[in-house]
């Protein structure tokens, strides 16, 4: 098995920039994808691949990866994306996955 | 419209067996692969079981194999998940998830899930 590890609080001023990090070994060779769940909803796919948005997400959000270290960015942070945010891989198998313990952004 | 809608999800005493059920609509179910993802009260999300799309490969984190099983119907468009040997630590919400309908390589669809309470 394998581990992903979140800062578990982040705060970011409104209109400010804020990065969110995902360590993990599987990192390297798988990139990480990233939700976003807000209280008493389901999570909501923000970004996966290199850096890829799904449909509807704002071109604020905005994903990387150096080394074993997965960034998802928000440039211009509003006030409803104050959320918490998980990252997801596989794991070492290739065959089962993993989520970060979660990071909970609060917007200023 | 894609739609994922979890059922079966209810009280139950440890030790005991319950169920699950997802309705999938809106997408050809036959072609993704599905997982099953829960989250404790208060918790973080913990990846559960996958199935892939022609239900020959199934895989399970550690804390429920052997006592759960992933299944899948496709010509009900329906994924399921046994639950054996209950325990309190099973207790969470439990989302159907998909794999690869709208992008790559991603959790893509989720339903809203249902609450699997495990007391005495």
């Known amino acids: 098995s394998s581990e992903l590890t979140q800062d578990p609080a982040v705060s970011v001023a409104l209109g400010q920039t804020v990065e969110i990090t995902c360590q993990g070994d599987t990192l390297r060779p798988y990139y990480a994808s990233w939700y976003q769940q807000k209280p008493g909803q389901a999570p909501v796919l923000v970004m996966y691949?290199?850096?890829n948005r799904p449909s509807g997400i704002p071109d604020r959000f905005s994903g990387s990866r150096s080394g074993n270290t997965a960034s998802l960015t928000i440039t211009g942070a509003q006030a409803e994306d104050e959320a918490e945010y998980y990252c997801?891989?596989?794991?070492?198998?290739?065959?089962?996955?993993?989520f970060g313990g979660g990071t909970k952004l609060t917007v200023l | 419209q894609v739609q994922l809608v979890e059922s079966g999800g209810g009280v139950v005493q440890p030790g005991g067996s319950l169920r699950l059920s997802c309705a999938a609509s809106g997408f050809p179910f036959n072609n993704v692969g599905m997982h099953w993802v829960r989250q404790a009260p208060g918790k973080g999300l913990e990846w559960v079981a996958v199935?892939?799309?022609?239900?020959?490969?199934?895989y399970y984190a550690e804390s429920v194999k052997g006592r759960f099983t992933i299944s899948r119907d496709n010509s009900a468009n329906s994924l399921y998940l046994q639950m054996n040997s209950l325990r309190v630590e099973d207790t969470a919400v439990y989302y159907c998830v998909s794999r690869g309908i709208a992008v790559q390589d991603a959790f893509d669809i989720w339903g809203q899930g249902t609450l699997v309470r495990v007391s005495s």
């Open positions: 997801n891989s596989r794991d070492s198998s290739g065959v089962r996955w993993v």
């Open positions: 691949g290199k850096n």
């Open positions: 199935i892939w799309s022609d239900g020959s490969l199934k």
